[in-house]
């Protein structure tokens, strides 16, 4: 496709179970970055990938929070042991070396709850 | 220290009419570039408009306009002619250091337009 795609768009899921949550970003893009946003607030970063490798993790929150991008393209954001306080909407945005300022591109993110 | 600050967390406006929106920033990086996105109720977030920090002119963009005023360190957003498609919630942003690799963006708290008719 022509965007970042995300699924699934919306995630129901009871307290203490798994999530997974994945990101197709744009085509030849080798950033991929993993942001939060909890109602009514910006975008928290979570994680950055250069190619597969996560060259940025310090916007994980804490050991439940995982992510991977084996392939060097799609993302997988990985949620253990979920908690009600992890209810957010979950963004994924790529970039590449165009354009020059350095734009990202979101996807229109995964929205979890955790009841 | 917060980085981004937009003070209004709410905003109105008349259809047709011009509006700013406020942002604030800190850094210490010499190098650094400052984004508005536009996020309406469907939840992607639009890019509008960027400013680099050694960019001379303030950027403009179609209806958007970014006035920069770098030694008061504040980047706000400019949207004349308002239309009813505008109402959204708008997030600055901020990337320190120079674009490349690495353009992590570090995000205000938004701030909600309304355009009324």
């Known amino acids: 496709g022509a965007g970042v795609s995300q699924t699934p768009s919306n995630k129901v899921t009871e307290k203490g179970k798994y999530v997974e949550l994945r990101c197709d970003p744009i085509s030849g893009h080798t950033a991929l970055y993993w942001y939060r946003q909890s109602l009514g607030q910006g975008p928290e970063f979570l994680i950055y990938f250069q190619g597969t490798g996560a060259a940025d993790d310090s916007g994980l929150p804490n050991d439940r929070f995982f992510a991977v991008r084996p392939e060097g393209s799609v993302s997988t954001l990985k949620i253990q042991r979920t908690e009600r306080g992890d209810s957010a909407v979950y963004l994924c945005a790529s970039g590449g070396v165009e354009p020059a300022s350095g734009e990202l591109f979101f996807g229109e993110g995964s929205r979890l709850t955790v009841l | 220290a917060q980085k981004i600050t937009q003070t209004q967390p709410g905003m109105f406006v008349q259809e047709k009419e011009a509006v700013t929106l406020d942002c604030t920033y800190d850094?210490?990086?010499?190098?650094?570039?400052l984004f508005w996105y536009k996020q309406p109720s469907s939840g992607e977030m639009i890019f509008l408009i960027y400013?680099?920090?050694?960019?001379?002119q303030n950027a403009t963009e179609g209806r958007y306009s970014l006035n920069f005023q770098k030694a008061r360190k504040s980047a706000n957003l400019v949207i004349s002619a308002s239309q009813l498609g505008d109402s959204a919630m708008y997030f600055c942003a901020m990337r320190e250091g120079p674009p490349g690799g690495y353009n992590k963006l570090i995000f205000g708290a938004g701030t909600r337009l309304a355009v009324h008719p």
């Open positions: 400013q680099g920090s050694y960019d001379e």
């Open positions: 850094t210490s990086d010499q190098s650094y570039g």
